[in-house]
Every structure is written in structure tokens, then in C-alpha cells.
């Protein structure tokens, strides 16, 4: 009976230190978070928005549950999450509005959907709420949002979104293993220049990939990588071809028929897809995949490739702005302190369509890229409370919280704003970033890189026109043709032409070629 | 009489409205948006007389289709049968723990096959996954199973064949236990080889059940999806992008759903063709 008794006093003093460790714990992520004003003005009505599925815990809808709690804290509405995973998204958003069914009020959509929602009048503009001085929204103040990134929100003058993941591709680089003198000295010996840290060019960033290719160069006993890039089909492949072909192929100048364009000639809607410069670039992208990249990327998420990054085994990594807040995370990241980071690589020459020649450089072509979702949450024209829709979204992009999502890898969400960069190209401090367990060095890298490569002078415009998806499936398809070697890049981009010709034709060419041009703001 | 009449029809008619919503009128409807450009989500709708199929046929991806989805049918099904029709024989004959291995070959039909495919990503995962970790035990080398343009489709075969193949051998064990014994009982006294029952007795005599199961799985593998789409979206490439996903691609995903029509009714004609021979086969042996 003793025994029993005993028992159950150690399983209950057991259960009372872990719950005061669960509770002291929960107590403290409280008290870090910001806390907007209150206000109770939506007492009683609900929200339900669609977001990119990853759990509670996960990247785009993850924040959402973070913030649900204090969100419907202050405005007394109840916040319903719907997830939908990424390759049934677009599918289930336009379902939702087509359909009739229209039980959403709101999307945390990616920027590539809005040809399509614009096509159909699906979103409501915000601009109203924006202009909105009496206090019942919280400010996030716009302006401070990098120009590249908030143009994706405007369509023909309005505005549709506010602020919350930012997308833009850079380089991510060993700053430990290029740095090495013995392997500086043997690169130098090999290809005949000095290790370029970082490199400025593809042909540089091929080298030096070559050079750290197959060797065990990080000392745990296994061949390591040049670089890698996950090349399942169906999930992001359309992305990162178009991001580093912009150099070979994106004429730098004020944008007219022939300077400042990648997908489409702005005045016919001919795809550009196979001229010369794109299969330059896809005979480069095919060789840094087949060649410097793991064998087995070619079946790999966007996860896998950037574990492999974090785990020490590859030199070099075009990534999404994400990779750098996860290598902070020591429990997944062996290489924490270690990244530099720069701006994607440039090229020396550039497609001239118009002379149809190659056009030789001093210096390297620089593109800027907002290639990805840029997730964000835009209001359905059908929702009976737009405002409180817009609410969420103003909450989410208020500079307090937008930070603490940004310095917090888990969510997803990546810097764009002057208020999470550092001087001199922002205001945020470091330490808003140390106290969160970044590493100092790659917080600068990683910030300043973002920054310069927004701020490019030439840039590749998104792709918005109506059925971008399609557009992109295609791209994606056919490049995973090209990288499988079961085609040449020239036969893959050629088919592409075809494609990307037909869908055109299929929704109306002239429709079409004023979506792109409005979506590009190309002026004749 | 009469009223017996309308009794009879009153009794029906839940099942012919049925019939009429659920299967005759989407029947009638699909076929008419074969003749239509119908792109819901920019709401175009126009009439394009024959273009869709013009187009399909001039479509690689339908030509990629069609012979990903009958190397997939073609080996997937034989293999299914040969090894069903082997377990079937070997266990039919009463052996010590039969009743256990029954129920332990059978588990794979109850997951559900996006179930099956996840499961599968694991154990082909070239790095670290189980099979290539038990290859590098052995001294073997790693097998690109899901990431190789040439391995891909087989290695999903080889899951459909896993999945599967107990579905034959049930149905072709219930149909070796259901044959009459006494031909095989004379073939013994009159001096007859195994394999001259096997052959003389036991296959003519299970052909019904065979064309049975034959034609069930044909029908069932030539609609497959959930592996291909779990296991490698249909790639490397267009590797693996079988029929039903090609269909489910350009209908739900591109919301092009003439285009979607046509490549249905198409690949219905084909099945049909394919299947008709074992239907009329079937016919004369069961009925």
C-alpha cells in the first residue's frame, strides 16, 4: 500500500515540475512578443483565410498560428486557418472563388496568382484601409518596403497586399572553406586566377563548384558537393533556372522592346524562352545540376536540398532568403558562422536580341530576381468583412511583428523592409537579431546580400500574366527534361516556346499581351 | 396491373434520377466540352469543333502518356499475375501456417495507396533510405530508384506489384479452391506430370477466374494515379507521368477542361479497344 502511495506522490510531483517547466516557458515567449493596441470593434465576427500548409510549426502558416491568439486577442474576431499544401494551392484558391462556393475571405497566396485573380476581378483593393488615418488599423507603413518586392502587391494603381514573405534568390557560400589558404593555393594552381570569394560570374561560380566537387574538403570522411539544387518535379524548379538565366539574358537599360525583359517580347508576346542567351543560361544550369550537384537532388523538396547545405557537404547554394535563417538554427545547422553571402552571380555577356549578338561586358551583368511566392495575404472580393481581412494582413506586416517573424527562420518570412536591414541600408539593430541566436557575421552577410540584390539596376520582372501556372508547369516540366539529359536545353526551351505559344493562343493573345505589359509597366 | 405498373416505376425511379445526375449526364456533359475551349478561370467558353483532339494528337505529353501508362500496365499486371497465380498454387495446398501467411500477403490491398507511395519515398530514398541502405551493407551500390529517368517508372511498378499481386492471389486461390477435384484425381491414376495438370487441367479449368481477375486489374491499372504523383510528381521529366495524371493536370490543375474532356474520351476508345478482347473472352467463358 506504502509502495502504491509513494508511487503515485513521484508521478505527481513529476508532472508538477514538467508542467512548471512547460508553463515557465510558454510564460516567456509571451512576454518577447510585441503587443499592439487593443481594439474591439469585430467583437464576434470570423475570418477564414487559405494558407500555404506546413502545421502550426511550419514555414507561410506557421505565423498565422503563432499570432492567431493575440490577433483575436485585440480585435475580439475569431481567425479560422484552412491548409492547403503547395502543389493543390492555386487549384484550391481559384476553386473556392469559380465555384461559387466562396467560403474564404482571404488567401496567403503566392505573387505568380495575381494575372489570374486580376483576370476574373477576385481581390479587393485595400487602399482604402491603407489611407485609413483613424487608427483602427495597424500602420506598417508601406514605403518602407523594398521596391521590388512592393510592386508585387499593385496592379494598374491599386494595392492588394501588404507585406509579409519576401522571395528573392542570392548566393550562399562556405566563407570557412573558400577562405582556406591551402585550397585557395591549389584553386589558383588549377583554373589559373585567384579563388574568387565571392564569385562574381556563373563561369566563376562553375569553377569554383568544380574545384570543391567530389572530395572530401569539410573533413568527415565523405565526398562533398560544389553546389546542389532540389530538381524534383512539381514543386519549385520553375524558379531557379529563371533567377540566374537573367544575366545571360536580361539587357541592362531603361526598359523598351529589347532592354529590361526574360519571358515574353513586350509588343508581340513571342516567347524569348529559346533565344540564344536562355539556352546559354539552361546549358550552364543543366552542368551546375548534373555535374557539381548530388545525383540524388534530382528527387529532392526544397528541405532535402537545403539540408544538405546545412549539414556542411556542399561549397556554394542559390538559395531563397530562408536557408540563411536556418542555418542559425544549431540543432539542424552544422555551419553556423561559417556562410557568406553575396548577390547571385552575373555574366560577362548578355543576349542582345536586337543585334541578335552576344554583347561583351566590363563588368558583370547583375540581375535582380523576385522569383517565388513572395506569400502574402490579399482579401477576396467576396468577403462580407474586407476589413478585417486587412486587419490580419496590416497586423502580420506591422513593423514589430514583421520582424520578429523575420528573425525567426521557422516562419518563413524573410527581410524587405528598411526597418529589418541594417545600416546602412535599414535601421534594424543587430542585436535584434543576436538576441534570437543569429550568428553576427551572417546576420551582415545575410541582410546586406538581400539588400544589394534588390537593389540591382536590372531586373527579371515577375511572371503575373493569367495562367502563370501554366506557364510555369511547363517550364518546370521541360526543365526537368533538359536536366534529366533526356533532351538537349535547346530541345527543352524550344518546347517551351511551343507550350508557352499555345496557352497564349489558348487565352487570347491580345488579353494576354496587355496583362504582360501591365503587369511589366512596359510603356511603347 | 396497371397500377402494379406505376408501382414498379415509383419503386425505380430513385435509381434511374440517380442514374441519370450521377452517371448519364455527366457522361453527356464531358463529351460535349470536348468540342469546347472552356478555361474557367478566365472564363473563356467557345466552340472549337475537333481542335482538342487535333491538338492531342500533335501533343508529345499524350504520346509520353499513353506509353508511360502501358509499360506501367503491361509489366505491372503480367508480374501481378505470375507471381499471384505462383503464391496461389504454392499456398493452396494446405501448408503449416498458411492461414498466417494469407493474412500477412494480403495487408498491402487495405493502405491506401497514397499511403503506400509515402511509405515507399522513405524506403527508396537514395540516401540513407532502407533498400539502399541494405545494398551498401551488402557491398552493393546506391539505386537512383525515384531521381533515374529510366528507374523511376519501374521502381513504381514494383510498388503496384507489392500492392497488388495479393489481390490476384486471393481471387485466383478462392477460384483453385472452388475447382472440382476429381479431374485432377483421374489425371493422378492415369499417370499425368505435374506440369501436364498444370497445363491440361488446372489453367483451362481456372481460365474464367483468370480473364476475371485479369480484366479487373487491367481496368484498375490503367487509371493509375496516387503512385506516380506520390512518389515522383511524374518525373524526372515526364518520365512517369502516367494518363490519369497527364487528364488531372491539364483539367484541375490548368483548369482546362475541353482539353481534359478530350484526353478522357480518348483514353476511354483505347481502354475500350485494349479491353474488349478479354471482355468478349470473358464473356464466353463466364456466361
Known amino acids: ?524 | 396491373m396497371r397500377i402494379d405498373k406505376y408501382y414498379k416505376y415509383a419503386f425505380l425511379s430513385p435509381v434511374i434520377f440517380y442514374i441519370l445526375i450521377f452517371t448519364i449526364f455527366p457522361l453527356i456533359f464531358s463529351l460535349s466540352l470536348c468540342f469546347f475551349h472552356w478555361d474557367m478561370l478566365a472564363s473563356i467558353t467557345r466552340f472549337v469543333g475537333l481542335r482538342n483532339f487535333k491538338d492531342i494528337f500533335h501533343d508529345y505529353r499524350f504520346w509520353n502518356a499513353l506509353r508511360v501508362t502501358f509499360i506501367f500496365v503491361g509489366t505491372a499486371v503480367s508480374l501481378e499475375f505470375v507471381i499471384g497465380l505462383g503464391l496461389a498454387l504454392t499456398l493452396y495446398k494446405g501448408i503449416r501456417g498458411q492461414k498466417f501467411i494469407r493474412t500477412l500477403i494480403t495487408a498491402p490491398i487495405f493502405i491506401a495507396p497514397i499511403a503506400v507511395s509515402l511509405l515507399f519515398v522513405g524506403i527508396f530514398y537514395e540516401r540513407g533510405g532502407m533498400v539502399n541502405t541494405v545494398l551498401g551493407i551488402i557491398g552493393l551500390p546506391s539505386i537512383p530508384w525515384l531521381s533515374n529517368a529510366n528507374i523511376a517508372i519501374f521502381s513504381i511498378i514494383l510498388v503496384d506489384v507489392w500492392q497488388w499481386t495479393p489481390f490476384m492471389f486471393l481471387l485466383l486461390l478462392a477460384g483453385l479452391q472452388s475447382l472440382p477435384i476429381e479431374p485432377f484425381e483421374s489425371a493422378v491414376v492415369d499417370g499425368a506430370s505435374k506440369i501436364q495438370i498444370f497445363s491440361y487441367i488446372t489453367l483451362p479449368m481456372l481460365r474464367p477466374i483468370i480473364i476475371t481477375v485479369i480484366v479487373l486489374r487491367l481496368t484498375e491499372a490503367c487509371k493509375i494515379f496516387d503512385l506516380p504523383m506520390g512518389l515522383t510528381h511524374g518525373g524526372p521529366g515526364i518520365s512517369t507521368e502516367s494518363y490519369s495524371m497527364y487528364t488531372y493536370i491539364q483539367g484541375i490543375q490548368n483548369m482546362n477542361f475541353g482539353y481534359s474532356a478530350a484526353l478522357s474520351y480518348i483514353f476511354f476508345v483505347i481502354v475500350l479497344l485494349f479491353i474488349l478482347p478479354f471482355l468478349f473472352r470473358w464473356r464466353e467463358e463466364v456466361w
Open chain 1, 1 to 524: 500500500m506504502n509502495k502504491r502511495r509513494n508511487f503515485f506522490i513521484i508521478i505527481l510531483c513529476a508532472t508538477l515540475f514538467v508542467a512548471s517547466i512547460v508553463f515557465a516557458g510558454g510564460e516567456k515567449e509571451v512576454e518577447e512578443t510585441p503587443k499592439p493596441k487593443v481594439e474591439q470593434e469585430w467583437k464576434g465576427k470570423e475570418i477564414s483565410i487559405l494558407v500555404l500548409g506546413n502545421g502550426p510549426k511550419g514555414t507561410q502558416s506557421g505565423p498565422y498560428y503563432y499570432w492567431k491568439q493575440e490577433w483575436e486577442r485585440i480585435t475580439g474576431a475569431k481567425l479560422n486557418i484552412v491548409e492547403v499544401p503547395y502543389p493543390d494551392l492555386h487549384t484550391k484558391i481559384f476553386y473556392d472563388l469559380i465555384s461559387g462556393i466562396r467560403q474564404l475571405d482571404g488567401y496567403h497566396t503566392g505573387a505568380w496568382f495575381y494575372g489570374d485573380f486580376m483576370s476574373g476581378d477576385y481581390l479587393a483593393p485595400i487602399d482604402e484601409f491603407v489611407n485609413d488615418t483613424s487608427g483602427r488599423f495597424p500602420k506598417w507603413y508601406p514605403e518602407t518596403v523594398v521596391k521590388p518586392q512592393d510592386e508585387l502587391y499593385l496592379w494598374k494603381g491599386n494595392r492588394y497586399g501588404a507585406n509579409q514573405d519576401n522571395d528573392t534568390q542570392i548566393m550562399y557560400y562556405r566563407k570557412d572553406i573558400l577562405g582556406n589558404k591551402e585550397y585557395q593555393k591549389r584553386f589558383k594552381d588549377e583554373y589559373g586566377y585567384e579563388l574568387p570569394i565571392p564569385p562574381k560570374t556563373w563561369e566563376e561560380f562553375y569553377d569554383v563548384g568544380e574545384f570543391f566537387n567530389g572530395w572530401d574538403w569539410n573533413g568527415d570522411g565523405e565526398p562533398d558537393y560544389g553546389c546542389s539544387y532540389p530538381l524534383a518535379r512539381g514543386l519549385t524548379g520553375q524558379f531557379f533556372f529563371p533567377a540566374m538565366a537573367g544575366a545571360y539574358t536580361v539587357m541592362p537599360g531603361k526598359m523598351d522592346r529589347y532592354h529590361g525583359v526574360f519571358w515574353f517580347d513586350p509588343e508581340t508576346m513571342e516567347p524569348l524562352i529559346n533565344d540564344t542567351g536562355h539556352v546559354k543560361a539552361l546549358e550552364m544550369y543543366v552542368d551546375l545540376c548534373t555535374k557539381l550537384s548530388p545525383g540524388e537532388a534530382k528527387g529532392w523538396n526544397l528541405t532535402e536540398d537545403w539540408n544538405i547545405f546545412l549539414s556542411g557537404n556542399v561549397a556554394l547554394k542559390q538559395s531563397w532568403l530562408d536557408l540563411g535563417a536556418l542555418v542559425q538554427d544549431e540543432n539542424k545547422s552544422l555551419i553556423k558562422g561559417k556562410i557568406g553571402a553575396a548577390p547571385l552571380p552575373g555574366s560577362m555577356e548578355v543576349w542582345d536580341r536586337e543585334k541578335s549578338r552576344w554583347l561583351k561586358l566590363e563588368k558583370p551583368n547583375f540581375v535582380s530576381n523576385v522569383v517565388g511566392g513572395t506569400w502574402h495575404l490579399v482579401t477576396s472580393r467576396f468577403s462580407k468583412n474586407p476589413e478585417l481581412v486587412y486587419h490580419l494582413m496590416a497586423f502580420m506586416a506591422s513593423p514589430e511583428i514583421s520582424l520578429w517573424n523575420v528573425t525567426h527562420g521557422w516562419t518563413g518570412f524573410d527581410a524587405a523592409k528598411t526597418t529589418e536591414f541594417l545600416p546602412p541600408y535599414g535601421t534594424a539593430k543587430l542585436e535584434d537579431y543576436v538576441k534570437e541566436g543569429w550568428n553576427p557575421e551572417d546576420v551582415k552577410a545575410h541582410l546586406n546580400a538581400t539588400f544589394e540584390q534588390y537593389d540591382s539596376p536590372t531586373s527579371l520582372h515577375y511572371l503575373r500574366i493569367r495562367g502563370a501556372d501554366r506557364y510555369y508547369d511547363s517550364l518546370d516540366v521541360h526543365i526537368s527534361e533538359a536536366v534529366n539529359k533526356m533532351i538537349t536545353p535547346q530541345e527543352a526551351l524550344n518546347r517551351v516556346y511551343k507550350d508557352w505559344q499555345k496557352i497564349t493562343n489558348d487565352l487570347g493573345r491580345e488579353e494576354q499581351l496587355s496583362l504582360y505589359q501591365e503587369s511589366i509597366g512596359y510603356k511603347k
